[in-house]
């Protein structure tokens, strides 16, 4: 079961542009968001997260933007930097049962160009 | 900057055998996890752990896991009797509280089950 989808695997972007992971999801009792970067032989490292009573927070350079009714958030990256190369995975806890853990995509691995 | 350090970061062990993976969870976080990843999958949710007790599992975590707090500072997952299955990456993770808060990750032990 795929509560939490990244449907794209990969996205190349050119160094300096607008870099935008998507990720859905199905379970209406997820009230908060994460995103993680993680490099090879590392663990997944925080980058941002969002609460389901807010649409957007920005971190810098990251921005989480949450759309509840279409079950959908995105992270934008301005700029993109090599150094963002990574996969992303998005990730969501529920309220109630279930609210300690974790749910994880499958990642989209990012490339950005210089 | 505080972080969560595992150990080893490489075990190799035969089927049957058992393996004790140890962690250390930023001091003042309260909440402890483990996760896996499977080469290839995505992260999944082993346990969570509060006050010296289980607080949930998912259907992974059966018999032949174990989690223990020995200690003022490590955190361990015991696998009893380990399966060619059970080879993947263990991430353990700690959070300040448990709901809807972030979760920082370790590493990683990356288990080798001949």
């Known amino acids: 079961d795929q509560q939490v989808k990244q449907n794209s695997p990969s996205l190349s972007v050119q160094e300096g542009r607008i870099s935008i992971l998507n990720c859905d999801y199905t379970?209406?009792?997820?009230?908060?968001f994460l995103w993680y970067k993680k490099y090879p032989a590392e663990g997944p490292t925080f980058l941002i997260s969002?609460?389901?009573?807010?649409d957007k927070n920005e971190d810098g350079r990251f921005t989480v933007f949450l759309n509840k009714s279409a079950k959908h958030l995105s992270l934008h990256i301005v700029p993109s930097q090599p150094g963002d190369s990574a996969v992303y995975f998005c990730?969501?806890?529920?309220?109630?049962?279930?609210?300690?853990?974790?749910?994880f995509g499958k990642g989209t691995k990012l490339s950005v160009i210089p | 900057e505080p972080e969560v350090t595992q150990t080893p970061s490489h075990q190799v062990t035969q089927m049957g055998q058992e393996v004790i993976l140890r962690c250390v969870p930023i001091?003042?976080?309260?909440?402890f996890y483990w996760y896996r990843q499977i080469l290839g999958q995505k992260v999944e949710f082993l346990v969570s752990?509060?006050?010296?007790?289980?607080?949930?599992k998912s259907e992974i975590f059966d018999d032949q896991f174990s989690v223990e707090r020995p200690d003022g500072s490590n955190f361990t997952l015991k696998i009893r009797s380990t399966k060619l299955e059970d080879s993947a990456m263990y991430f353990c993770?700690?959070?300040?509280?448990?709901?809807?808060?972030?979760?920082?990750f370790g590493p990683g032990t990356r288990l080798l089950v001949l």
């Open positions: 993770a700690s959070s300040v509280q448990g709901a809807r808060e972030t979760q920082y």
């Open positions: 752990f509060y006050n010296n007790e289980i607080s949930e």
């Open positions: 969002i609460s389901s009573i807010k």
């Open positions: 990730a969501a806890s529920a309220r109630g049962a279930g609210s300690y853990q974790l749910t």
């Open positions: 379970n209406s009792m997820f009230d908060y």
């Open positions: 001091s003042n976080h309260l909440y």
